[in-house]
């Protein structure tokens, strides 16, 4: 086996085939084969970890890959999240709704109450009275009816100008009525015999008055006689009756 020669620098650890490689190298290519060697380990390591976990993981490879994650990314907005609504452009432009104008209100009737009054006139009534001096059935005035007069007093009720009631509170009679009074005959009518001119009266026998016949009528003359002179009263038959009475 070879021995280094004594104060040489001990090598221990490096194999055989990089001895000789290093040996050629110069101190700076040494520095950078130590220092380059394990991050390139450490770049391969990682790289092969990443590899596998964006093949376990495509939510991390998607977040990887998020312009979020790039800072060479443009600064763009984020996007909005799948559980809020995107508002509609609509409803942004529309403008807030006004509060609703009150309704009109409505006037309540007016109600008026006036008192009127009324003049009414009141028929007379009308009495009879019986006459012996007029003839039986003839009728005449005695005293003429007069009409009177009477004030009503009303409430009237008005609603808006229109009349909606009305009741009388008042009555007064201001002329009072004359009854009118109507005689009525009773007096019985004569009867005459149609053969005198001048009422003879019909009865059994009727004589002159003054004369010497006992009647039961008699009559005063003259009388004239025009049909027969059934009474005998023109006793010289000059046509007249009962001349000398």
Known sequence: MHQPPAGAPSRVGVPPSRAGLLGRLGPGQKVALFVG????SLLICCGGL????NSVDPDRDAASTSPLADPSAPNTPPLLSSSTPATDASEVAS???TSASPEPTLASPTGEKRKITEIRSIPFGERTVKDSS?????RKIRTAGVKGA???TYEVTYVDGVQTGKKLVKEVVTKRPVTQVVAVGTKEGRQCDPNYSGCVPIASDVDCAGGSGDGPAYVSGPVRVIGDDVYRLDHDKDGYGCEDD
Not at 50 to 53: K, L, Q, T, V
Not at 134 to 138: D, E, N, P
Request: aromatic share 0%; hydrophobic share 45%; no cysteine.
């Open 95 to 97: 403008p807030a709704p």
């Open 50 to 53: 990443a590899a596998i976990g």
């Open 134 to 138: 007029l003839a039986k059935g003839k």
């Open 37 to 40: 060697g394990p991050v390139l």
């Open 150 to 152: 009477k004030t009503l």
